[in-house]
């Protein structure tokens, strides 16, 4: 920044505006303010935030349509949840904006995007007949959304193979939910449980998927195609999927859910034939695991004992760490 640019934002005393609550980060290297960049190179930075705003806000809307009984209208949100927070994202790793900010805000959006909705809307649809169950995989299904976004935050490993999700991703989850509302809209439940088994097995299955360590495909290099052929592939998958929505959009809906759920199973059970057939480059690599390390914890009795305080000499106790495994 230009010594008469930064003298705009300076008062007369020298100081700029709001100096008071300016950032530092903790090696002391200082933070610059949006207030500080241009307009284009501000709205850069943010541009991703932005989508996952959207993401956020069609999760909301979708909640609120479903306890209106508006489920059709409910699923077409989650499907837009999906491609906001699949341009986050991409709009992410296109501009270089990617920050610890922006990933803790990216998975609250999803919690209520693909935790919330979903379960709201899996409640409110088979609510009517079975109003106990439904309240139970409503439960579930946000329980295991909320341990598969925290256990991806504290697990991400940059080294990490990048074509590869361990556990189904909570937006894939969704869009189960999401296709089969949209292509059945009311289900025919009765107190027959047989008629009961398709909304417990469309909460359950893909929740307890989603805190498995099944690795699921990414399939990123869709979205970034680096070779002609992968940009020609890329080009192909795209005019099916739409041309599948033109036409018959609860069917291709439902092919794609469900398809991207089955792959993992598959690539599991098929996982000796590919290696034999294409070489170990077909199939997912062993996975490590990231180590957890737990602080120890402090007596809280001990800090009122008058005898615990002398105890900081050389002889005192070290702190309790415990080391663990994912």
């Known amino acids: 920044m230009s010594d008469d640019q930064s003298s705009r934002w300076r008062?007369?005393?020298?100081?700029?505006?709001?100096?008071?609550?300016?950032?530092?980060?903790?090696?002391?290297?200082?933070v610059v303010s949006l207030r500080q960049l241009r307009p284009k190179e501000?709205?850069?930075?943010?541009?991703?935030?932005?989508?996952?705003?959207?993401?956020?806000?069609?999760?909301?809307?979708?909640?609120?349509?479903?306890?209106?009984?508006?489920?059709?209208?409910?699923?077409?949100?989650?499907?837009v949840s999906v491609l906001m927070d699949i341009a986050d994202g991409f709009v992410a790793r296109r501009v270089g904006a990617t920050s610890p900010f922006g990933i803790q805000l990216d998975s609250l959006a999803d919690l209520i995007s693909f935790g919330i909705a979903p379960a709201v809307l899996i409640h409110t649809w088979a609510l009517p007949t079975w109003p106990v169950l439904a309240w139970v995989a409503a439960c579930l299904w946000l329980a295991c959304a909320a341990f598969r976004l925290a256990r991806f935050n504290v697990t991400t490993d940059p080294t990490a193979d990048k074509r590869y999700f361990i556990g189904l991703p909570s937006p894939g989850a969704a869009a189960v939910v999401m296709a089969t509302i949209f292509a059945l809209d009311t289900p025919e439940i009765g107190p027959d449980p047989a008629k009961f088994a398709l909304p417990v097995a469309i909460s359950a299955i893909p929740a307890v998927l989603m805190v498995t360590t099944i690795r699921f495909r990414s399939f990123r290099h869709l979205l970034q195609p680096r070779t002609r052929h992968a940009r020609l592939v890329s080009l192909g998958v795209l005019a099916a999927v739409l041309i599948g929505l033109v036409v018959a959009p609860g069917l291709t809906g439902l092919a794609i859910a469900y398809?991207?759920?089955?792959?993992?199973?598959?690539?599991?059970?098929?996982?000796?034939?590919?290696?034999?057939?294409?070489?170990?480059?077909?199939?997912a690599p062993p996975r490590t695991r990231l180590r957890s390390v737990f602080l120890g914890v402090i007596d809280d009795d001990g800090l009122d004992d008058p005898v615990g305080e002398e105890c900081h000499g050389a002889d005192a106790p070290a702190p309790r760490h415990t080391a663990g495994t994912e």
């Not at 098929?270 to 294409?278: E, F, G, N």
């Open 11 to 30: 008062r007369p005393s020298g100081r700029r505006p709001f100096d008071r609550w300016r950032l530092v980060a903790p090696s002391g290297v200082e």
């Open 42 to 79: 501000r709205l850069r930075l943010v541009s991703p935030s932005i989508f996952t705003t959207l993401n956020m806000f069609s999760g909301l809307s979708c909640v609120l349509l479903a306890f209106r009984g508006h489920y059709r209208e409910a699923a077409v949100l989650i499907a």
């Open 259 to 283: 398809g991207y759920v089955l792959q993992a199973p598959l690539g599991v059970l098929t996982a000796p034939l590919r290696r034999r057939l294409w070489g170990p480059e077909s199939i």
